[in-house]
């Protein structure tokens, strides 16, 4: 690993232990310019006197909240299982929960994304390379709501680098899922893929997601569309149809 990623690794680190950019700067022997470029690149905002918190991945003048109850409520369990922790959504994959083949439910990601933010959990979704032209075959008043919020919150939401691999397929979105996760001490990964290609093609980075499966988090949607997220689906998290309603 090189110099300058390694920085960046030890950067990631202290930001989730939620040190200062002051501190980490001092600590490491960097610029406060380079912190917060990675800070920025997390998505996280520094709060005076506060740890880092997590930026809604919305402006607040133009959000429609659903009830918090109702966005909050976690059957027979008394608080989120993950508040203060990082977590890599593969926004492709949740989508797909439930759906057909080629008809992704955009709302499905923001919703689960909402949660996150609303229950403490630091966030990146990333998006395969193809998936805006998912939605846009289904739905192509969702597909602009996908760019806006592509284009809103840049830091939050990502899409793989376009094109194809040598087998001629295109560019799907978990190898940057993993990454992401990999980066931050504890980092969980969203989805219901098992990313076995992936980690038998790199072992030493991956390995974890099959040594520590307490750091997936897999779901599964219910009858009235509601997401039914962890492994026993505990946690109920109310969908909206429109995804709209999620950046007015």
């Not at 369990?77 to 492709?92: E, L, N, Q, Y």
């Not at 630091?122 to 996908?146: E, G, K, T, Y």
């Not at 897999?218 to 998290?237: E, K, P, S, Y």
Request: charge should be positive; glycine fraction near 10%; include cysteine.
């Amino acid at each position: 690993m090189s110099n300058a990623l390694a920085k960046a690794a030890a950067i990631r680190a202290a930001l989730g232990r939620g040190e200062s950019d002051e501190a980490i700067a001092a600590n490491l022997g960097t610029t406060l310019q380079a912190v917060r470029v990675v800070r920025k690149g997390l998505g996280l905002v520094q709060t005076r006197g506060m740890a880092a918190r997590p930026q809604t991945f919305v402006r607040q003048d133009l959000v429609r909240r659903s009830p918090a109850p109702a966005m909050c409520r976690v059957q027979g369990v008394s608080a989120c299982p993950w508040r203060g922790r990082f977590a890599s959504v593969d926004g492709a994959n949740v989508a797909g929960w439930g759906q057909r083949r080629g008809e992704p439910r955009l709302a499905q990601t923001l919703a689960l994304c909402r949660w996150f933010s609303d229950n403490g959990v630091r966030f990146v979704c990333w998006f395969d390379s193809n998936f805006r032209w998912a939605v846009r075959n289904s739905n192509p008043r969702h597909a602009d709501v996908l760019e806006q919020i592509l284009q809103r919150e840049p830091g939050l939401f990502k899409m793989s680098p376009a094109g194809v691999t040598a087998n001629g397929v295109p560019r799907k979105a978990d190898p940057f899922v993993l990454q992401d996760a990999s980066s931050m001490p504890g980092g969980l990964v969203v989805s219901n893929d098992l990313y076995r290609k992936e980690v038998e093609s790199n072992p030493q980075g991956f390995g974890w997601l099959n040594q520590h499966p307490d750091r997936r988090v897999t779901g599964q949607i219910a009858a009235n569309g509601d997401i039914l997220l962890g492994d026993d689906g505990r946690i109920r998290i109310p969908v909206n149809d429109d995804p709209m309603s999620y950046i007015r």
